[in-house]
Nanobody, 126 residues
Framework: QVQLVEFGGRLVRVGDSLTLSCTTS????????VGWFRRTPGKEREFVAA????????FEADSVKGRFTVSRDNAKSTVYLRMDNLRPDDTAVYYC???????????????????WGQGTQVTVSS
């Protein structure tokens, strides 16, 4: 059973930086595409970023491009989401998700991912 656990969400101020981490267990992490999504009340989960199994390819949503960076440490079975210059509209529950494939053209879609974490709350106050 693959399990994902997110860490690092908290209350921050506009312009602050924050790094989320997602640690996995129970699977072959080095073969997984991993994505980050976020959800605000009343909305669908929104794609934020994704990283291929080797880390060679990364993808970010237009809304976070230039501010968020996704990376991974396969030796630690962990994926990171570095978030800079945070804004109030970044406030959301952030989820990491894993797909048992090195890469997928559907990396922006929730259906591409088989395993999900429980989420971690990020609140950006003005």
């Amino acid at each position: 059973q693959v399990q994902l656990v997110e860490f690092g969400g908290r209350l921050v101020r506009v312009g602050d930086s924050l790094t989320l981490s997602c640690t996995t267990s129970g699977g072959t992490f080095t073969t997984y595409l991993v994505g980050w999504f976020r959800r605000t009340p009343g909305k669908e989960r929104e794609f934020v970023a994704a990283i291929s199994s080797t880390g060679d390819s990364t993808f970010e949503a237009d809304s976070v491009k230039g501010r968020f960076t996704v990376s991974r440490d396969n030796a630690k079975s962990t994926v990171y989401l570095r978030m800079d210059n945070l804004r109030p509209d970044d406030t959301a529950v952030y989820y990491c998700a894993a797909s048992p494939t090195p890469y997928s053209d559907s990396y922006r879609r929730t259906y591409a991912y088989h395993y999900w974490g429980q989420g971690t709350q990020v609140t950006v106050s003005s």
